[in-house]
T-cell receptor, first 114, second 112 residues
Framework: ETGVTQTPRHLVMGMTNKKSLKCEQH?????MYWYKQSAKKPLELMFVYSLEERVENNSVPSRFSPECPNSSHLFLHLHTLQPEDSALYLC?????????????FGPGTRLLVL | LAKTTQPISMDSYEGQEVNITCSHN???????ITWYQQFPSQGPRFIIQGYKTKVTNEVASLFIPADRKSSTLSLPRVSLSDTAVYYCLVGTGNTGGFKTIFGAGTRLFVKA
């Protein structure tokens, strides 16, 4: 196991719903990431947190709201999503943001927006 | 940010050696080269990382020429379970944040 867990593994929600994705890392890492992977597309980096501070936001719509309460937990709050937001959402962590740091990924949450 | 170019797909047979080459002409001095493997509906998994010359671990080898403008992932004696997408990443960390750009990857299909 990678030491990074994500819940739920699958989620179906309507466009008016509010839901949250949870990520937890048991590796003692200081950096955490959210990625989006749409069907047959490359992974897209959404957010980066380092020592609980957001250090990267790749022009992600405001209907996605990340939260990092401590270095082990990362949330992605979802509200008023669109069908095109359906994708696999992956969480990852690394020891730090340093050059060449290896990222450890969770299994992902498969999201379907109806 | 260094952009990477890989073949979209490759086919191989069990027991063969597979070499996947990645081009990264604009690689910067501080950039490392990292390869990940991803199975369907799973997160990517680290395979190997290098900066220059050759790196080998229990899973693969990574060959990097002196100019570092390309790299080759070598998988010895592949099996059916090596069927996956392989990503080449070139990136660096800096005070402004760690930028990771995943390309389309190479879909490797291993046949019996």
């Amino acid at each position: 196991e990678t030491g990074v867990t994500q819940t739920p593994r699958h989620l179906v929600m309507g466009m008016t719903n509010k839901k949250s994705l949870k990520c937890e890392q048991h590796l003692g890492h200081n950096a955490m990431y959210w990625y989006k992977q749409s069907a047959k597309k490359p992974l897209e980096l959404m957010f980066v947190y380092s020592l609980e501070e957001r250090v990267e936001n790749n022009s992600v719509p405001s209907r996605f709201s990340p939260e990092c309460p401590n270095s082990s937990h990362l949330f992605l709050h979802l509200h008023t999503l669109q069908p095109e937001d359906s994708a696999l959402y992956l969480c990852a962590s690394s020891q730090s943001q340093g050059a060449g740091e290896t990222q450890y990924f969770g299994p992902g949450t498969r999201l379907l927006v109806l | 940010l260094a952009k990477t170019t890989q073949p979209i797909s490759m086919d191989s047979y069990e027991g063969q050696e597979v070499n996947i080459t990645c081009s990264h002409n604009n690689i910067a001095t501080n950039d490392y080269i990292t390869w990940y493997q991803q199975f369907p509906s799973q997160g990517p998994r680290f395979i190997i990382q290098g900066y220059k010359t050759k790196v080998t671990n229990e899973v693969a080898s990574l060959f990097i020429p002196a100019d570092r403008k390309s790299s080759t992932l070598s998988l010895p004696r592949v099996s059916l379970s090596d069927t996956a997408v392989y990503y080449c990443l070139v990136g660096t960390g800096n005070t402004g944040g760690f930028k990771t750009i995943f390309g389309a990857g190479t879909r490797l299909f291993v046949k019996a």
